[in-house]
């Protein structure tokens, strides 16, 4: 029999932290800082509120773009918060998730053979994104010295004249770097004298601690070349809803629709209704678990400083991102390590790209109990290694 | 009372074992301040006491905890007062409301015994002078308390590693 698996499949690269998964389900009291998501219940109102239109018998497809109240509540919420401008019934898709808006944001995009610029580090479907499409990554290096950030410098010396598409994400998974408006500003020109498109992941924007997020698509120049993602996963612990957007200039929407309707037709009704009661009386929830999220990042980075992982402070998202350099360790030696010895989970930095390579991604979206014993054990297994 | 006040104080309300360093490095101040604050706090008697909640079943202690339900005559001059501060005082009263409505006292005691806490609000509540009818109910189980939920089911399934 001939092999049936597709050459794109064949040839994906496969998760680089499949051996933990293995790994873990042989072992028992496991602190895991290795799910990138909230611990919280996502708040009962909203859940409440999905399963009373359950109730109601409104289980049908929505419209392709999604419930028209909810975009124009999104269309409002993200002017207001973001200074974006989006026609709720032209240039919004409500998605399957942020997952779905960047399979359709990139496939509507990307030609076979275009260049994607990806920051390294970055999350690990950005770049399994771009080759699914047909399309080629390219790294953008980054640095803990820089804050994870895009310099200017560093976006010249990677442009190629292939290059289409620059895929950005900020707050930054897994580092929890910020790029600022100034920061975005220096970036600009470059990307309009390259006759550049952003797609912008901001899905964990409003978990920004130091400021106010910055949309790419609020700078100058921007909006007209920017996609822009975004979903309720990560600011009101609303993962399993699988409930996202996706906004862009009119042209692209349009292709990135099609895609949507051959793929998924619509995004899960219930969680439509959940997410506009999400935007209508989510407010006070969403702020007292980011104002958590924001003591237990300044808790557990002081923690992992003071162990002797050294770690800058992530602005945003809910990732830390140590060193373990010092340690004398590769980054999958010591998450490994530190499993088998202490059942600690974190995930190698080198799971994310070349330039994760001697740090680990540590979440702490985790009870602070467990984070305050994490610390400890982290402490102990540092500590053992220097003896 | 600022919003630095504030947060120390939900801290403390949420674990009374919290230490300063920690709350400082939660705000983003330093300890010594922190340590100020809160002993501004008691002299201010804003911060009463820093207590613990226990689940007395977990432990498999036997606890009886009844609400008493008070019709009182207010007295001239005092109004309910006088006779909530004399109630007050016994050790195995947990806590005194006034209330709108039928009842004007709900009184929270706790016993090690139900024939115990029925002795306590026959001899020593029922026979102050003032309350004209008690109504008493029994706890059966108590399944949030103090802002804690007693009943919370155990750790969810959570993957334990994702991307």
């Known amino acids: ?128 994104e771009v080759l699914m499409a047909g399309g080629r990554p390219k790294t953008l290096p980054c640095s803990a010295q820089d804050g994870f950030k895009v310099t200017p410098d560093v976006l010249m010396e990677s442009i190629t004249p292939k290059s289409k598409v620059l895929l950005l994400n900020f707050p930054t998974n897994p580092t929890g770097g910020v790029m600022g408006k100034d920061d975005l500003q220096a970036i600009a020109d470059i990307i309009i004298d390259h006759d550049l498109l952003v797609i912008s992941d901001e899905v964990y924007a409003e978990l920004t601690y130091d400021g106010h997020h910055v949309s790419t698509a609020a700078i100058d120049g921007l909006w007209e070349r920017t996609i822009t993602l975004n979903g309720f996963s990560k600011a009101y612990a609303m993962t399993g809803w699988r409930l996202g957007y996706l906004c862009a200039p009119k042209e692209m929407t349009d292709a990135a629709l099609k895609i949507h309707q051959y793929v998924m037709m619509s995004a899960p009704t219930a969680s439509q209704f959940a997410g506009i009661e999400a935007l209508k009386n989510g407010e006070e929830a969403k702020n007292e678990m980011i104002a958590e999220y924001r003591i237990r990042r300044n808790l ?37 390590r530190l499993l088998r010895e202490q059942h600690v989970a974190v995930v190698p930095g080198s799971a994310f790209g070349k330039n994760g390579r001697g740090h680990v991604r540590t979440c702490y979206a985790v009870d602070r109990a467990k984070l305050s014993e994490a610390v400890r054990r982290i402490g102990i297994f540092v500590e053992s290694l220097h003896s | 009372m600022d919003e630095k006040d504030t947060v120390i104080l939900r801290e403390l309300q949420k674990n009374g074992r919290i230490t300063a360093g920690d709350i400082a490095v939660m705000l983003e101040v330093d300890e010594n301040e922190v340590e100020n604050r809160i002993a501004a706090l008691h002299a201010a008697g804003i911060l009463r006491r820093c207590t613990a909640v226990i689940d007395y079943s977990a432990a498999g202690v036997e606890e009886v905890a009844v609400i008493l339900s008070l019709k009182i005559t207010p007295e001239r001059g005092l109004g309910y007062d006088g006779i909530a501060a004399q109630i007050a005082r016994f050790p195995q009263v947990e806590s005194i409301l006034l209330l709108t409505g039928t009842y004007d006292l709900q009184v929270i005691i706790r016993g090690q015994s139900m024939s115990e806490v029925s002795r306590f609000v026959a001899e020593q509540i029922a026979s102050i002078e003032g309350v004209r009818e008690t109504m008493t109910q029994i706890v059966m189980r108590t399944y949030k308390e103090q802002g804690v939920e007693m009943m919370r089911p155990g750790s969810r399934d959570r993957q334990l590693i994702t991307f």
């Open chain 1, 1 to 128: 029999m001939r092999n049936f698996v597709s050459r794109m499949a064949g040839e994906l690269p496969p998760s680089g932290i499949r051996k933990f998964f293995d790994l873990l389900l042989t072992m028992d009291n496991v602190i895991s800082l290795g799910v990138g998501e909230p611990d919280f219940d996502t708040p009962w109102n909203i859940s409440q509120v999905a399963i009373s239109s359950i109730e109601k018998g409104m289980t049908m497809y929505t419209s392709n773009r999604g419930l028209a109240e909810l975009r124009e509540l999104l269309s409002a919420d993200l002017d207001q918060r973001y200074h974006t401008k989006y026609c709720p019934e032209t240039e919004m898709i409500v998605t399957t998730g942020v997952s779905e808006g960047l399979d359709i944001a990139v496939r509507a995009v990307v030609d076979p053979g275009d260049e994607v610029l990806v920051v390294d580090p970055c999350f690990v479907s950005y770049q399994a």
């Open chain 1, 300 to 336: 557990f980075v002081k923690g992992l400083n003071d162990v002797g992982l050294p770690c800058h402070l992530p602005k945003g998202a809910f990732y830390a991102f140590p060193s373990v350099e010092g340690t004398g360790l590769s980054d999958e030696e010591f998450a490994e």
